[in-house]
């Protein structure tokens, strides 16, 4: 199979990081919990994740890195652990469900109120966000790069606009691996992170990195092989919001591949931006569809069939040509409102650098074949 939903979950993995998952597989101590020699190795690995991940994006320092198995959980700790009663948080209608349904949880159980700004052209900009500000808002929350189309608001110049005083979370999800991110230049104050998309690790792999403007509260509690005298959870991170056993394999597949894209993650990102512009050309030439993406390091092609349901044309692309693409409303049902895709939403190609222009051309063919 052809396989274009990237964006979804990486489909392949540097060997690098094969070899990590299936060591850890083989031989696999629990970190932090205990003192013999394999815990011990398995902490200095995990340990050794944190810093990468820090250097990597510009963070905080490793103590300021959470794991977790996915980026919904590192944006639901970002979101539930740090908003109080009487909060105001702006978002966009550009967000994932991830961001929208913790958001709409707080807002019905009375904790907080929140917005979502328009776009402009398919995006954020500072002039969507401004007016919605409020005495009280306390937190902007915005995606690097949208997984419906690929667009990638302007940080740096949204968050100059803000009052210093509000926080900066961003959704790195799609971003992750694809674009430069840096933390401390942008002032971005939590970065949530899937780390089985563009960072090139396997699923159950995620974290969530933050400054010292922010004190997440803990959302589950439990062991974490530190104070354990005490019921209560540490009161010092990471410990304070890791309750539980680590998946190690996962980190270790995030180890390798955010040391795989240190190396590459220029070429990578040249290589995913030609790509979709390679598509994006060619489709604009089939009449019967209609494109929603820009040329973008994501790799994200977004488009439609003027006659046939995006559902359908995705279903049609799997069973007959062999191809994998996602159909629907992609979690993001503002994002398709916005658009005016709703409701049968968008199909989406997305490309990774393993993919080549042969295997698009195989795709535009098919496309052109289904009535």
Known sequence: MIYFDNAATGGRKPDTVLTAVSSAIKVCANPGR????????????????????????????????????NCTEALNIALLGVLKKG??????????????????????????????????????????IL??????TRLVA???????????????????ALPKHVLLLCDGAQAGGHIPVS?????????????????????????LLFSERVT??????????????????PDFYPDALEAGTLSYPAILSLLEGVRHLALRQQEISQRLYSLTAYCIERLRQLTAYEVYSQPNECGIVAFKHTQTDSDILAETLSEKYDIATRGGLHCA??????????PSGLVRASFSHYNSEQEINELLFALTLIK
């Open 34 to 69: 205990g003192g013999h020699k394999l815990a011990i190795a398995a902490a200095k690995n995990v340990l050794a994740c944190r810093k990468e991940l820090s250097d990597f994006f510009d963070g905080y320092g490793a103590e300021r890195v959470v794991f977790t198995k």
């Open 87 to 128: 909060d105001h948080v702006i978002t966009s209608v550009m967000e994932h469900n991830s961001v929208l349904r913790p958001l709409a949880y707080l807002q019905e159980t009375g904790v907080i109120e929140y917005d979502a700004c328009p776009l402009t052209n398919g995006n954020v900009t500072p002039e969507n």
């Open 216 to 233: 997440p509260a803990p959302v589950y509690r439990g062991g974490t092989g530190s104070l354990s005298v005490s019921l209560d959870m």
């Open 131 to 136: 007016p919605l500000l409020r005495k009280n």
């Open 142 to 160: 915005i995606s690097l790069a949208s997984n419906v189309t690929g667009a990638m608001p302007n940080v740096h110049k949204i968050r100059a």
């Open 183 to 207: 933390m401390k230049r942008t002032g971005i104050d939590m970065l949530a992170l899937a780390g089985h998309k563009g960072l090139l690790g396997i699923q159950g792999s995620g974290a």
């Open 333 to 342: 049902p503002l994002m398709h409102e916005a658009l005016n895709t709703s």
